[in-house]
């Protein structure tokens, strides 16, 4: 797998999502796009877990006299935990927060297309205060 292929279907995704007049397929290729990033994620994830755990493990093989041992075990674990969870994450909240905007969207478009609900008791010819 080449370094430059993840981006591509991205782009595409985006570039769909940008030139469709229809807002049903910017939607989808929104929503593809969030499915996309949160399985680069995983993969990232599971990439820091299996990479750093087998380097722990070849870590631990070493003998205990070993110079630095201890230090390197830690310093792995920790960074390996750390991308880990960093990017679990992203995993989870890159979609949350899209949908919240989409929802923030639809709400600011559902209120915008009916501004007779804020005054639905006052008269016609009662200006609004």
Request: aromatic share 12%; glycine share 6%.
């Amino acid at each position: 797998m080449c370094m430059f292929e993840p981006p591509l279907p991205q782009s595409g995704l985006w570039a769909v999502s940008s030139v469709s007049p229809d807002p049903k397929t910017q939607q989808l290729g929104y929503l593809l796009s969030d499915i996309f990033l949160a399985t680069v994620f995983v993969v990232a994830a599971v990439g820091f877990l299996l990479y750093g755990g087998r380097l722990i493990f070849m870590l631990k093989r070493f003998p205990i006299e070993s110079r630095g041992r201890r230090k390197k075990l830690w310093e792995v674990g920790l960074v390996t935990s750390i991308c880990a969870g960093c990017f679990t994450f992203r995993c989870v909240c890159w979609p949350a927060w899209s949908y919240a905007l989409y929802l923030q969207a639809r709400l600011a478009r559902s209120t915008a297309l009916t501004p007779t609900h804020i005054n639905a008791g006052a008269k016609a010819d009662q200006p609004c205060r």
